[in-house]
Each structure stands twice: as structure tokens, then as C-alpha cells.
């Protein structure tokens, strides 16, 4: 399973009436499982019969493994799954991650597609890619602010004719038509921002000052344009609104030649203006970005990202391919850190960006914004494209889910049954295993942990017992496995377990803790018992 959103408001959920009237025939005589089991795969407590039917438990139920979109929407996702796995860490949920890629020979325009081809060759995009950051390193400085100016100028007589035609379908005056063709400069640093227009994403943060983004655009030094585009849900006003104050502020005078909104945004709108623009803006508030791939789209074309440190660009952010925003932090809906971030974009477009756009040296090439483009597309484009997402899915989960899926299949489901059978019986004793003891004795940098459980109807070859500590300064969590020793006196069910660690921490760091064991079992996802010592 690869879960898509950040946000848990987004999962589909459904009253036990409306799964009763659709899915109880189809439970009982096509599953063949009763309706009360079918729902309780979709519950967080799956013996409360009044909560609703959720498909993003019932995903994590039936899958083999889940991942998120990007290292920080894998974070988010072990957060917002954490109640399914009750007592285990956040960093134990078993939530990893694959961020996204996109392909990029849909994505390249005709001027890069020529680059890429004399200096990596027409088959790039279908091998392992290990080649391609030294051979498009290979590029000159002419080259690639050739191919940059050659898509700018595509864009601005694509921006050009679709304006007219706008104005023509919303009835303006034959003037304001004519006027479209000076809308632009071929010359001018063009920035693009086109998305789907919801608050999250914070698409009005660069409206946050007007007056001061309108001297950005009209500096005669150092001017920029700007062209926004995206829509909002239809049920969504906020979104409506934020579309309504980019049109108000598109329709200044001081302003009108250098930002345009175009409308009825689609894919090929799309391409067009991640193949034109020089930069590319991304202002999502952290962490609500799932990944992000617009921003992907213009690597190929040789175009820079100026983006929060949220989904991809947390990953592929370095000061050598592009500009962040903000400080990689979690915020939450704060209007002052917005306040903050806004005025921190303004100064980089400002200060670094337009410096290093309009800074020319001798041959007067802009050899700082090419420098960047050139690591950009070398490190980045690879990085982050779909071949390399296929691979990542295929040998981390199609080929170990496939020889899986054989391997319980196999003697008409022998192994399967066997692993079902393990959870049900788990599931039925785990409640009567009962820690009794920890002794814990130091000799010099040893510490030596000596914990006794009654085990009560668990089978000890069913669970293995762990010392846990959490990582220090952020680095992994230690989980060192006890050995099992011998069965104390009495009932016949106590266990003695021992472990032995080095004296570099404290035993107070360590906790003692009761898990699920099985060669052939997913843990947590399968079996998410875990007990602890009090």
C-alpha cells in the first residue's frame, strides 16, 4: 500500500449503515467472511461497532508492506497510523517510504530533449541511469543558457496566446486583446507557481506584501514576471478566494504586464510552464506537502526550485541546486510564521535569486544561476525520476511481495494458514503473558539484564523478548533480543531471559518489552501485540 496524503481528514470513511446496504452480500458470499470481520479490518478499534468503516485501515490491514510518497510524508504517516499500532514507537510504525519521480521524457521540452540526447544519449531515460550526472555535467555554459532562453521565449508566446484568447472568451475590449502581445519579456526572469489552490499550500503567500511583490516585478534593473496558474475544489471558497485575490492583483495597471493568471489549468498548460519558467515556487506549509512532483518537472528543462523544505525538496535541497524556505520545522497554521516565511521569500527573490539570474560575466552568461542549473540537472533529474521510483518499488516491494505471495501459496496455502492461524492464536493468549521480574547488575562497562516473564498460554517460540532504548541525539533506537535460558520453578511458565550490553549507557535507558515472533510474519503490520515492562 502507498498512502498519498498528509492529512488523515483526507481517508475515505463510511457509517456501518452505508457498508451494511453495499458490502454485507458481498462479504458473506463472495469473501466469505462474516460482515462484523469485514468492518473490523477498517476500524481503529475493531471491536467498536459504531465506528465508521475506514478504507485507509483496511489498506494497511491487507498489505504486505505500506509506504509513504517522501522521507517526511513516511514521518507523518507513521504519526497518523500510530493507533493502529497501540504501545509501539512512532518510529516502529511499519511505514517506510518511496518518494515520487516523475517521467521525465513527458515532462522535457523540445530544447532539452536535444540537450539531453547529444550529451547522454537517446536511450537515457531507459537504462540505470548511473551515467547521466557525469555525461549532462558535459554541457557547456552556452549550452545550457541556450536551451534556458530558448524555453523562456516558447513560454512567453505560449503565455501571450493564451491570454488573448482569455480575455477573448471573458469579453474583454479589442484593446486589452492587443495589449496581451506585450505581456512578458523573453528576457526576464519568469517565475511559475501552478497547483491546485488550497490553504495548505499557502498559494497567496506571495501576495502577503502586495506593494513589495509588485517592486519585485516592475524593477527595471532586475524585473521578474510571474504566471500562476491551478484551480480550486468547487466545494472549497477558501480556495475560490485565494484564486479571487491573484485576479484582483493581476489586473493592477503597475502590474499587468509582468504576472498573468491563466485559467483552466490541465496537464498541458502544465507542461508548458514547467518546460518555460527559469524558477519554480512551492510555499506549502510543512508538512502537509505528501511529495510534491511539480517542482520535479523542471528539472529536466534545466529550471530551479525556490521551495519549503517539505515532501521532495527536503530531500533534494542543497545550496547548489536551488533556494529553501524556512527552516525544515513543523509550524502548524501560524499566521506569524507565515508572516516570517513570506518575508523571507521576498528577500530571496530579492537578494539571491535576482543576483544571481542578473549577474553576467564576460561572455555574458549568468554563470552563478547556470552553475545551479547544471547541478540541478545532474543530480536531481536522476534522482527523481520515475525510473528510479519503479526501481526502488520493485526491488523493495513487487519482487519481495511476489516471492511472498508464492511462498504462502505454495501447497494450497499451507504457509498463509499457518501465519493466520499464528495471529489468531497470538491474539487469543497475549493477554495472559505477565513480566515478573528485572534484575540488572553492573561489572565494569558491562551491565547484565536478567528479566523473568510467565509467558501463561504463549508459546515461547511464538515471541522474543527485547531490550529497547531510544536513539541518542536522533540516531536509531536500539533493540538488542535477550536470550531465553531457562524455565524458572513453579509453574512450569516462567522464563528467564539475559542480555548483555555495553556500559556506554545507562541501564536506565533500556526497557524490557514483549513481541511477536514468526520467520514468516510482517511485525508489526501482521501482529501488532507488544507488551511492555512496568
Not at 477558501?238 to 485575490?245: E, H, M, S
Not at 504457509?415 to 505477565?434: F, K, M
Not at 565494569?444 to 536478567?450: A, L, P, V, Y
Request: proline letters at 5%; glycine letters at 8%.
Amino acid at each position: 500500500m502507498s498512502t498519498t496524503t498528509p492529512v488523515e481528514a483526507g481517508f475515505d470513511r463510511f457509517t456501518p449503515e452505508l457498508t451494511y446496504t453495499f458490502l454485507r452480500t458481498y462479504a458473506q458470499e463472495e469473501l466469505r467472511v462474516s460482515f462484523d470481520d469485514l468492518l473490523a479490518l477498517g476500524r481503529r478499534d475493531r471491536h467498536d461497532r459504531s465506528e465508521p468503516f475506514t478504507m485507509a485501515y483496511l489498506a494497511i490491514r491487507g498489505s504486505g508492506a505500506v509506504n509513504g510518497v517522501s522521507r517526511v510524508h513516511g514521518l507523518v504517516s507513521r504519526r497518523i497510523f500510530q493507533p493502529l499500532f497501540v504501545r509501539w514507537p512512532e518510529r516502529e510504525v511499519p511505514v517506510a517510504h518511496v518518494t515520487n519521480g516523475v517521467h521525465m521524457p513527458t515532462w522535457d521540452s523540445a530544447q532539452a530533449d536535444g540537450l539531453w540526447e547529444t550529451f547522454c544519449g537517446k536511450a537515457r531515460w531507459q537504462r540505470t541511469l548511473e551515467d547521466i550526472e557525469t555525461n549532462v555535467r558535459g554541457a557547456s555554459d552556452a549550452d545550457l543558457w541556450r536551451m534556458r532562453r530558448d524555453e523562456r521565449r516558447s513560454l512567453v508566446e505560449f503565455v501571450r496566446e493564451r491570454l488573448a484568447r482569455q480575455l477573448a472568451e471573458h469579453g474583454a475590449s479589442a484593446e486589452e486583446i492587443s495589449n496581451a502581445a506585450a505581456t512578458f519579456d523573453p528576457d526576464a526572469l519568469t517565475i511559475g507557481f501552478a497547483r491546485r489552490f488550497a490553504t495548505y499550500k499557502r498559494p497567496n503567500l506571495l501576495l502577503h506584501d502586495p506593494e513589495r511583490l509588485a517592486r519585485l516585478l516592475a524593477d527595471p534593473h532586475r524585473p521578474m514576471q510571474l504566471v500562476i496558474a491551478g484551480k480550486a475544489h468547487p466545494n472549497d471558497p477558501l480556495g475560490q478566494d485565494l484564486i479571487a485575490q491573484w485576479i484582483h492583483f493581476v489586473a493592477r495597471p503597475d502590474v499587468r504586464a509582468r504576472v498573468v493568471f491563466l485559467s483552466d489549468y490541465d496537464m498541458q498548460m502544465a507542461e508548458r510552464l514547467v518546460q518555460g519558467v527559469d524558477l519554480w515556487i512551492n510555499t506549502p506549509r510543512r508538512p502537509w506537502e505528501a511529495c510534491g512532483t511539480s517542482g520535479m518537472k523542471v528539472l529536466v528543462n534545466g529550471g530551479l526550485n525556490l521551495s519549503v523544505l517539505d515532501g521532495w525538496w527536503a530531500e533534494a535541497y542543497a545550496p547548489e541546486v536551488g533556494w529553501a524556505l524556512g527552516d525544515g520545522r513543523d509550524r502548524g497554521d501560524d499566521p506569524v510564521s507565515d508572516a516570517i516565511e513570506a518575508d523571507a521569500l521576498y528577500a530571496l527573490l530579492e537578494g539571491d535569486v535576482a543576483s544571481a539570474f542578473y549577474t553576467r560575466n564576460d561572455n555574458g552568461l549568468p554563470a552563478a544561476w547556470i552553475a545551479r542549473m547544471r547541478e540541478s540537472m545532474a543530480r536531481l533529474t536522476p534522482a527523481f525520476s520515475s525510473n528510479r521510483t519503479m526501481r526502488e518499488y520493485t526491488t523493495r516491494y513487487y519482487v519481495p511481495a511476489a516471492t511472498a505471495y508464492r511462498e504462502r501459496a505454495a501447497d494450497n496455502g499451507r504457509r498463509g494458514t499457518e501465519v493466520l492461524s499464528w495471529v489468531g492464536a497470538l491474539e487469543r493468549a497475549w493477554g495472559t503473558a505477565t513480566f515478573r521480574s528485572m534484575d540488572v547488575h553492573t561489572e565494569g562497562d558491562r551491565h547484565t539484564f536478567q528479566v523473568r516473564l510467565n509467558l501463561g498460554d504463549l508459546n515461547p517460540d511464538d515471541v522474543r523478548v527485547e531490550l529497547y532504548a531510544e536513539g541518542e541525539d536522533g540516531g536509531a533506537a536500539v533493540g538488542m533480543e535477550m536470550t531465553r535460558t531457562e524455565a524458572g520453578a513453579g509453574s512450569g511458565r516462567d522464563v528467564l531471559y539475559v542480555a548483555v550490553i555495553a556500559g556506554s549507557r545507562s541501564p536506565a535507558d533500556f526497557t524490557p518489552r514483549l513481541v511477536p515472533f514468526h520467520a514468516d510474519a510482517a511485525v508489526p503490520l501482521e501482529a501488532p501485540f507488544i507488551q511492555w515492562y512496568r
